[in-house]
């Protein structure tokens, strides 16, 4: 399993409202981040401060800057510190990364996906608990 490469397909894929958001983690957004509260509406997040649609992408969701014009363009989090626990718990199994077609994957693990499992839980040990 390689390392993320900031492909942002999880983001693209999921950023757009259909995450979702701990009541505590909006009342601290609420309380600490007023920015990132503004898109969020009876408990739902990324929707639109005005309008109150949902969002097709999510707000805080930025290309980085290429180092050639032949780099692949790369993605990252204006909130990464701030994101919520959905976020902060992607992937979760590698049948996940497989159906979300992650970068992250390699045909190693498709051989041996429970090995591959472990690996990801490990990779993801500070983010999330374990899946078994």
């Not at 639109?48 to 707000?59: A, M, Q, Y």
């Not at 993605?75 to 979760?92: A, E, H, L, T």
């Amino acid at each position: 399993m390689k390392e993320c490469n900031q492909c942002g397909k999880c983001c693209l894929l999921y950023g757009d409202g259909g995450l979702s958001a701990t009541p505590q983690e909006i009342e601290s957004w609420e309380v600490f981040e007023p920015d990132i509260a503004t898109f969020v509406r009876d408990g739902k997040i990324w929707v639109d401060p005005i309008t109150g649609d949902k969002l097709k992408h999510c707000p805080w969701l930025e290309i980085l800057p290429q180092s050639s014009d032949t780099s692949p363009i790369k993605y990252g989090c204006r909130i990464y510190n701030q994101r919520p626990q959905d976020c902060r718990q992607y992937p979760v199994t590698v049948a996940d990364m497989v159906r979300d077609g992650c970068e992250m994957i390699e045909a190693v693990d498709l051989e041996s996906p429970r090995a591959a499992q472990l690996q990801l839980d490990k990779l993801m040990a500070e983010s999330r608990p374990a899946v078994s």
